[in-house]
């Protein structure tokens, strides 16, 4: 995305930071896949229909980022080339860890706490705000297509999702 989708003047494209120019968007992918930028975090505001029909001006900052995280950043940056599978782990999960301290966090080596995303890289999507588990349906990505997507979430190895 990038700030071309401000011409349409949506609240759901009214993010902190903003949406920049197509050579931001760019310089950051570059900056990603070379290992200057650590993580990768989610806008993940929710906020209510109400507040984001507002206009423009008066919406709130903010989209949901949380759920379309991993199967978006996967089909555009992985199965792309962009990105190694590798490095899509790093900034998705062991790098947040480690920054954070978060010891048995972020990794699945022995000891670890069994928190676990399984992945199908063959699982094709249609995003669709009515089938998320947040209460908000504040999207952008409302009806993108992904290949690539979580299938299914461990927490101290006890399935959650």
């Not at 590798?86 to 990794?107: D, M, W, Y």
Request: with cysteine; proline share 6%; net charge negative.
């Amino acid at each position: 995305m990038n700030e071309d989708l401000l011409s349409t003047y949506s609240p759901l494209y009214k993010t902190k930071p903003p949406l920049r120019e197509e050579k931001d968007r760019l310089s950051l992918v570059d900056a990603l896949a070379k290992g200057i930028i650590d993580v990768i975090a989610t806008d993940h505001a929710p906020h209510s229909q109400d507040e984001k029909e507002l206009e423009f001006d008066f919406a709130p900052f903010g989209v949901i980022g949380l759920e379309t995280a991993a199967g978006l950043i996967y089909d555009r940056l992985v199965s792309t080339k962009l990105i190694s599978l590798e490095r899509f782990v790093e900034v998705l999960s062991l790098n947040p860890a480690k920054i954070l301290g978060l010891s048995g966090k972020g990794t699945l080596a022995v000891g670890s706490d069994g928190d676990v995303t399984l992945f199908d890289p063959e699982k094709s999507v249609v995003v669709d705000c009515e089938r998320f588990q947040s209460l908000a349906r504040n999207t952008p990505f409302q009806g993108w297509k992904a290949k690539g997507w979580p299938v299914m979430t461990f927490v101290a190895g006890r399935r959650v999702f």
